[in-house]
T-cell receptor
Framework: QKEVEQDPGPLSVPEGAIVSLNCTYS??????FMWYRQYSRKGPELLMY????GNKEDGRFTAQVDKSSKYISLFIRDSQPSDSATYLC????????????FGSGTRLLVRP | DADVTQTPRNRITKTGKRIMLECSQT?????MYWYRQDPGLGLRLIYY???????NKGEISDGYSVSRQAQAKFSLSLESAIPNQTALYFC???????????FGEGSRLTVL
């Protein structure tokens, strides 16, 4: 079983929809949780970074961590065609914050 | 210019050939990483380096070697390439003590 599970999609939504992307994990020692966005033929770029449980909001993006359920989510409000990309979750332990474990990524397509 | 530059961007080679992928960065970060990305498997860590004299194996280092020539340069070598090393390779950098990775645009390697 993988340490981090992520539905590969693709997820296709109309412009303006609310998008929910999710990851589950098995290692309760994970403390740092991240979401990266990867456009086609590009490297991943950091979108959201949270520590431990709770919510974090940045513009149209909200990251949510539920450590009791070992479940993290990324919500995108008012989705735009420019949000079409692959979204990768990543997480790490406090004692080795540099060793990220990545999910396999969810491909999102926002239709105009 | 990109902060993290990888060369070559694309390479096709034959089984048994030696291949070097190069990475240079202008971000001033001490930490550098090599990842490979495969469909359905996400990003997996090959090697990482915290400074010029510090090199560490990641989760999938077999068949690979690295060299940290300077703070800004980190190269990945495949001594004798094999077809299952066909993948997209990413170099990344990070500041100390964070999981925020800054990726290059990737090097697509095909081994025939």
């Amino acid at each position: 079983q993988k340490e981090v599970e992520q539905d590969p999609g693709p997820l296709s939504v109309p412009e303006g929809a609310i998008v929910s992307l999710n990851c589950t994990y098995s290692n309760s020692a994970f403390q740092y949780f991240m979401w990266y966005r990867q456009y086609s033929r590009k490297g991943p770029e950091l979108l959201m970074y949270t520590y431990s449980s709770g919510n974090k909001e940045d513009g149209r993006f909200t990251a949510q961590v539920d450590k009791s359920s070992k479940y993290i989510s990324l919500f995108i409000r008012d989705s735009q065609p420019s949000d079409s990309a692959t979204y990768l979750c990543a997480m790490s332990r406090m004692d080795s914050s540099y060793k990220l474990i990545f999910g396999s990524g969810t491909r999102l397509l926002v239709r105009p | 210019d990109a902060d993290v530059t990888q060369t070559p961007r694309n390479r096709i080679t034959k089984t048994g050939k030696r291949i070097m992928l190069e990475c240079s960065q202008t971000k001033g970060h001490d930490r550098m990483y090599w990842y490979r990305q495969d469909p359905g498997l996400g990003l997996r860590l090959i090697y990482y380096s915290f400074d010029v004299k510090d090199i560490n194996k990641g989760e999938i280092s077999d068949g690979y070697s690295v060299s940290r020539q300077a703070q800004a340069k980190f190269s990945l070598s495949l001594e004798s390439a094999i077809p299952n090393q066909t993948a997209l390779y990413f170099c990344a950098t990070s500041p100390a003590n964070t999981g925020e990775l800054f990726f290059g645009e990737g090097s697509r390697l095909t081994v025939l």
